[in-house]
């Protein structure tokens, strides 16, 4: 039997336009995987018998009182299930366009994504976006969810249809891993068990695919990038007087002690020393020794050299420093209502840098009907586009492609702090889009 | 056609309960390195007490940079608060206590005509965070526990008056915690927001974890209302028709003594609360929270208002 002690998570977001299904869909996926206790189904049954209607899947997450009222989601509703095989945790994002932050939110650490389509109405702009955001943040595997089958007499047309025009803007965003399953939400058609109602389609069960999808490429592989949050000093009269560790979370590669290092911005050579992890008890707080630490975990590291390192340092492998850099060609997905335009001063959030920035260049926006670039003087809300910037501080930063810690950033307004959108550094070569 | 995904686990799988106990350590970093005031709500419940867990190894070998607060109802069970006591002795940590009881005694608010006093909670609350102008302030919540909670950040951005706008939150990316504010305004964090009650009982056993008695099987004078084993105590007596019999009980939550029921149980171990409620067919606040029944938005509408 599987437990969390030695099962991995597995992070699932859906997407898809406005009533494509997507809360319906996880709802039944809950339902169906007997992840919803009796407490839960009678609320939703009382909730959905005082509306007049049948039991309505989607007040499984949509849980907020202005998200009832209007039958839309507004917001991520996060809900946990398990099966014998892992964990999940799934991020039930929105579809109506003003929301759009919200599933970027949602999406930005998800493993999988499942875009659903209406398969009455096919592919709408709202799935473009979607499609183009999962593309952008290189989610590992999109599944496209032709729902609603039921509603066009299980016609293996209609699905093959949209499962080909989507193929092709998969293609177009470099999604590489596109699975298609056509469902019925609402029924539970393809949800948990493969349905009889579709005996033309003889691919695997939603769940099914989830279940064997494997998490984040592993990271743990790749040159070692180790973002030093928090340096800790315990200052006192004990065996730790002299203790310097430098917390943080291993961003990706794996950091064994002897290790060459490089310590950026600055850039100074050191070995690794030590590597610890908390061993707390009732009454004692102490550390323990390990050999190495893989990407993922948070540990807190020592260094042979007395160098000044602080939070915003950057520990990398020797052989594979990224260097550092002060301007940067990146692609933003902007959240904010205020527009973009050349010249605006924001912060940056890289890593564990807060820095000041500002925006050099609009090199151009995504286009959702042709999926190429074309010029644009700013940005306006939900746009997705291309900028370049100039930053104050030297950023020890890898293109998103090849790290999405290291490669990402936040833009922030300095002046009230709004998230203002969402940054993936391009590739030096070539263009992310 | 999944044959290409197909990934067997390896030594270098991070597992659950790992993964979230590193993501929980990189936002108590996060927050001793970007706030100037943070604080730990401290409520001697088991969320509170893995958060604290998670805090410690978070800064070892140093000690937790955080200040406690405990929100205090008056109708604590004692057991919880010399369970609080202790830790706070033990570790040397700074305690802070907002007391509802005094607010009640000096007129600041008027006891509720149900006697509970889980909601009275929210002004002492936000008064102890303006007076100590605390920026940061960590809860125990957990997505799982309530559909309100299901919608909030990680980071989660509070107003002046301490409240939550639902409908307005700030896009949260990656692990990009986004801790900016302005003046009189304040972050909630909630570094539980991915745990389930279950990845927490694990855990417990896991660490061996220390919890007070009362979350235990032990026997206990109940009485039966709305469905809840409620104790015979200080803060509630057995109305009219309500019979009170012996009963072996353990709490899921703690609470307002008032109003935090209790669930037959034989579990006098973590692993045995795992089985437990691996098999419990009703949520955690279904179970034990009358509060949490009034409406259909009841916890919306609270922690619009500045609660937990
Ligand atoms: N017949 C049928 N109806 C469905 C199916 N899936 C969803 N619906 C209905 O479609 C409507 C919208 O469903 P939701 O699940 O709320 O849609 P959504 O994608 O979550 O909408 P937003 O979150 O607001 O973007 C509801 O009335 C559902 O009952 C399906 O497979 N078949
Ligand atoms: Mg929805």
Redo the contacts between chains.
């Keep these: 039997m599987s437990?969390?002690?030695?099962?991995?998570?597995l992070r699932l977001a859906t997407a898809g336009s406005v009533d494509d299904g997507k809360s319906t869909l996880v709802g039944r996926l809950l339902h169906d995987c007997k992840a919803i206790?009796?407490?839960?189904i009678a609320h939703v049954k009382t909730?959905s018998e005082a509306r007049g209607g049948d039991f309505d899947f989607a007040l499984l997450?949509d849980?907020?009182?202005?998200e009832?009222e209007q039958g839309i989601t507004?917001?991520?509703?996060?809900?946990?299930f398990a099966t014998d095989k892992r964990?999940f945790?799934l991020a039930d994002c929105p579809g109506h366009v003003q929301y759009t932050?919200?599933t970027?939110?949602g999406a930005?650490?998800a493993d999988v994504v499942i875009i659903l389509v209406d398969a009455r109405h096919g592919v709408l702009e709202q799935t473009r976006r979607h499609l183009a955001v999962a593309g952008l943040l290189r989610v590992p595997?999109v599944v496209l969810a032709v729902n609603k089958i039921d509603l066009v007499d299980y016609d293996e047309s209609v699905y093959t249809g949209i499962a080909k025009e989507v193929g092709q803007l998969a293609d177009q965003l470099g999604i590489a891993?596109l699975?298609t399953i056509p469902v019925s939400a609402l029924v539970g058609d393809n949800i948990v068990t493969r349905s009889e109602n579709t005996a033309w389609y003889d691919?695997?069960a939603l769940l099914?695919?989830l279940e064997?999808?494997?998490g984040r490429t592993?990271i743990?592989g790749r040159a070692l990038r180790f973002p030093v949050?928090?340096v800790?000093?315990?200052?006192?009269d004990d065996e730790?007087r002299d203790?310097r560790g430098y917390?943080?979370?291993v961003a990706s590669g794996?950091v064994s002690v002897g290790d060459d290092v490089i310590v950026l911005p600055a850039g100074r050579r050191t070995t690794v020393s030590g590597i610890?992890r908390?061993?707390?008890?009732?009454?004692a707080?102490?550390?323990a020794e390990r050999p190495s630490a893989?990407?993922?975990?948070?540990v807190?590291v020592r260094l042979a050299d007395n160098l000044d390192v602080a939070?915003g340092s950057v520990i990398v492998a020797a052989d594979s420093s990224p260097g550092t850099r002060r301007e940067l060609s990146a692609t933003v997905a902007w959240?904010s209502e205020r527009p973009l335009t050349v010249g605006a001063r924001l912060?940056i959030?890289h890593t564990?840098t807060t820095a000041q920035a500002i925006v050099t260049k609009i090199a151009g926006v995504l286009d959702l009907d042709t999926l190429g670039v074309i010029d644009a003087a700013g940005l306006d809300l939900n746009d997705i586009g291309k900028v370049q910037l100039k930053i104050a501080a030297p950023l020890a930063a890898d293109p998103y492609s090849s790290n999405?810690?290291t490669g990402?950033?936040?833009l922030?307004d300095a002046h009230?702090?709004?998230?203002l959108a969402?940054g993936m550094i391009d590739d030096e070569e070539g263009e992310l889009l | 056609?999944?044959a290409?995904?197909?990934?067997p686990?390896n030594a270098?799988?991070?597992?659950?309960?790992?993964?979230?106990?590193?993501e929980s350590?990189?936002v108590f970093?996060?927050v001793?390195?970007e706030f100037e005031r943070p604080v730990v709500l401290f409520s001697g419940g088991k969320d509170s007490i893995v958060m604290l867990?998670l805090a410690?190894?978070?800064?070892?070998?140093?000690?937790v940079p955080f200040t406690l607060l405990h929100v205090d109802t008056g109708h604590n069970f004692p057991e919880v608060l010399a369970y609080r006591d202790n830790v706070v002795e033990?570790?040397g940590l700074r305690l802070e206590v907002a007391s509802v009881e005094d607010y009640i005694a000096d007129g600041r608010l008027r006891e509720r005509s149900d006697g509970t006093r889980n909601q009275l909670q929210t002004v002492p609350l936000l008064d102890a965070i303006n007076q100590h102008r605390f920026d940061a302030v960590f809860g125990g919540g957990r997505?799982?526990e309530?559909?309100?909670r299901?919608?909030e950040?990680i980071f989660s951005l509070r107003d002046e008056f301490g409240q939550w706008d639902?409908?307005n939150?700030?896009?949260?990316?990656?692990?990009?915690y986004?801790g900016?504010?302005?003046p009189g305004e304040h972050v909630r964090v909630f570094p539980l927001?991915?745990w389930?009650e279950?990845?927490v009982w694990?855990?417990i056993a896991?660490e061996?974890i220390?919890l007070p008695s009362i979350y235990y099987a032990h026997e206990r004078d109940v009485f039966e209302r709305d469905g809840m084993l409620l104790a015979v105590g200080p803060y509630s007596q057995p109305r009219d028709g309500e019979t009170v019999a012996p009963r072996t009980v353990r709490y899921r939550t703690v609470g307002d003594m008032s109003c935090t029921g209790a669930v037959s149980s034989d579990a006098t171990t973590a692993a045995e609360v795992v089985v437990e409620v691996a098999a419990?067919?009703?949520?955690e606040r279904?179970?034990t929270r009358a509060d949490d029944r009034a409406s259909?938005?009841a916890m919306?509408?609270r922690k619009r208002e500045g609660y937990f």
């Design positions: 437990s969390p002690l030695n099962r991995q998570l206790l009796a407490d839960q909730v997450t849980g907020l009182r202005a009832r507004i917001d991520v509703a996060y809900r946990y964990s945790i932050r919200n970027v939110t930005s650490t595997h891993d699975k691919g695997p099914e695919v064997n999808a494997n592993d743990s949050q928090y800790i000093r315990p200052q006192t730790y203790y917390s943080g979370t794996t610890d908390a061993v707390v008890s009732a009454t707080t102490a550390v893989v990407a993922g975990e948070a807190t939070r959240l912060l959030k564990t999405n810690i990402s950033f936040l922030i009230d702090g709004w998230t969402a | 056609m999944t290409t995904l197909e990934a686990l270098h799988t991070v597992t659950e309960l790992d993964a979230l106990e590193s350590i990189f970093r996060e001793a390195a867990h410690r190894k978070a800064f070892a070998p140093a000690g033990q570790l997505r799982d309530e559909r309100a299901a919608k950040r639902p409908r939150q700030r896009p949260e990316l990656w692990s990009l986004n900016k504010h302005k927001s991915n389930t279950l990845d694990n855990y896991r061996e220390p419990s067919t009703i949520t279904g179970a259909e938005a919306e509408d």
